[in-house]
């Protein structure tokens, strides 16, 4: 069974870090891309990160250029987001995905999803 | 950036009834496209990628069309579990994967 694994949330003051971590099972980690979605209390969903199999290529949201940083260690079929200057507007569940290629370079779909681990930024 | 649009915001539907969400973007995106289902309370779950290709495991009931700007969700025959918010993503571009505003369906 896949199985993506959240961890790493919790409440920072603004302007404060923090490191999510996703752990990968039940299947080859290193053939997949990875992204974070994020998930404001009560709003839509909001695609924050993603990186390809190999760490070699990443994109962010412009909401998070800058501040965020997102990494994988395939030895250990992992994957980080790396959050910095922590505003109140990043108050959100943050859930791990799995990401699927529509085109060669083409980030596509998302499947599965991990449960999320919540971060809160205090106003 | 290419803006995707959804409505209804909400619908409300009987059981055994035929329903359409609809999710326009800005822009064409050709029929990359995937549409995600969220139950209160869970993680979203992936319904259909490339405009109309179901994912494995998602029943048959569900369906999706369109192209373009223009793409459509239909849930033939509503069941009681398919009370969620759907949302659809559109994938064309690396420079943003981005979201519609999601369409609440409830059951009348």
Redesign the interface.
């Known amino acids: 069974e896949v199985q993506l694994v959240e961890s790493g949330g919790g409440v920072v003051r603004p302007g404060g870090s923090l490191r999510l971590s996703c752990a990968g099972s039940g299947f080859t980690f290193g053939d997949y891309g990875m992204?974070w979605?994020r998930q404001a209390p009560g709003k839509?969903?909001?695609?924050v990160s993603?990186i390809n199999w190999n760490g070699g290529s990443t994109?962010y949201?412009d909401s998070v250029k800058g501040r965020f940083r997102i990494s994988r260690d395939n030895g250990k079929n992992s994957v980080y987001l790396q959050m910095n200057s922590l505003r109140a507007e990043d108050t959100a569940l943050y859930?791990c995905a799995r990401t699927?290629l529509?085109a060669a370079?083409?980030?596509?779909?998302?499947?599965?999803?991990?449960?999320?681990t919540l971060v809160t930024v205090p106003s | 950036d290419i803006q995707m649009t959804q409505f209804p915001s909400s619908l409300s539907a009987s059981v055994g009834h035929t329903i359409t969400i609809t999710c326009r973007a800005s822009q064409g995106i050709g029929t990359y496209l995937a549409w995600y289902q969220q139950k209160p309370g869970k993680v979203p779950n992936l319904l259909i990628y490339a405009a109309s290709t179901l994912q494995s495991g998602v029943p048959s009931r569900f369906s999706g069309s369109g192209s373009g700007t223009d793409f459509t969700l239909t849930i033939s025959s509503l069941q009681p579990e398919d009370v969620a918010t759907y949302y659809c993503q559109k994938y064309n571009s690396a420079l943003g994967l981005t979201f519609g505003g999601g369409t609440k369906v409830e059951i009348k």
């Not at chain 1, 839509?44 to 695609?47: C, T």
């Not at chain 1, 980030?107 to 449960?115: L, R, T």
């Open positions: 992204s979605v839509g969903l909001e695609w993603g994109g949201a859930y699927f529509a370079g083409l980030v596509g779909w998302f499947d599965p999803w991990g449960q999320g």
